[in-house]
Structure formats: structure tokens, C-alpha cells
Nanobody, 126 residues
Framework: QVQLVGSGGGLVQAGDSLRLSCAAS????????MAWFRQVPGKEREFVAS????????YYLDSVKGRFTISRDNAKNTMYLQMDSLEPEDTAVYYC???????????????????WGQGISVTVSS
């Protein structure tokens, strides 16, 4: 399995931006589907965005579409989540995920992925 290490979280004000990074080792990113999830206390882990293996198809949670951008740099073996126009509702612990299979169009499930990074704390104040 690929090993994933996330970074880039922090405390920001509403309207600010953050970029989360997820560095992969053990397998090339080009062979993986990747995604970002987030979780807040008392709620289930929520899908945020994904980019599929081979096709490169990208899908976003409706509430972040137009504000968040998922991308990957295969040369650096790193996936990113650029978060712009952050809102207090974006406050959560974010997780990157990877898996060896292509993704269907739509929301991905946790079970679609077999590798996970550590949680990255993002706090957005109003």
C-alpha cells in the first residue's frame, strides 16, 4: 500500500485560503485514485473531493465546488487541496486517501480507498 503524509492545515479567517498537501511514498501517484475527506465531532466522515486513476476525472462535494481545487503533481508524488473562500463550515479534520482502482463519477466512499494519511486540522473563524 501507498503511505500518505498530510500537511498544510491551520487556523484562518473566513474568506482566507489554505493548501493541504498529501505526499505519497511506496507507489507512484499516477497509479492511484486519490481523495480528500473531512470529519467534525459528532458527524460521520464526509467526502470532499476526488481525482480518479487513469481518467483524471475530478468530483467535488457540492458545498465546496468552485471554492476547492484538487490536483496532483506526479513528478513530486504529491496531491493537493487548494481551499479558497473558506467558511466556518469548512472547519474539520481533513484526511487524504488513496487506492488502486478507478472511481465512479460521484461521491466516493471510505471503502474505495485502502491508504489514509493522518488527520489535518483546519479551523476557520468567522
Amino acid at each position: 500500500q501507498v503511505q500518505l503524509v498530510g500537511s498544510g492545515g491551520g487556523l484562518v479567517q473566513a474568506g482566507d485560503s489554505l493548501r493541504l498537501s498529501c505526499a505519497a511514498s511506496g507507489r507512484p501517484l499516477s497509479t492511484l485514485s486519490m481523495a480528500w475527506f473531512r470529519q467534525v465531532p459528532g458527524k460521520e466522515r464526509e467526502f470532499v473531493a476526488s481525482i480518479s486513476y487513469r481518467s483524471g476525472r475530478i468530483y467535488y462535494l457540492d458545498s465546496v465546488k468552485g471554492r476547492f481545487t484538487i490536483s496532483r503533481d506526479n513528478a513530486k508524488n504529491t496531491m493537493y487541496l487548494q481551499m479558497d473562500s473558506l467558511e466556518p463550515e469548512d472547519t474539520a479534520v481533513y484526511y487524504c486517501a488513496g487506492g488502486p482502482t478507478s472511481l465512479r463519477f460521484g461521491v466516493s466512499l471510505e471503502s474505495d480507498f485502502d491508504s489514509w494519511g493522518q488527520g489535518i486540522s483546519v479551523t476557520v473563524s468567522s
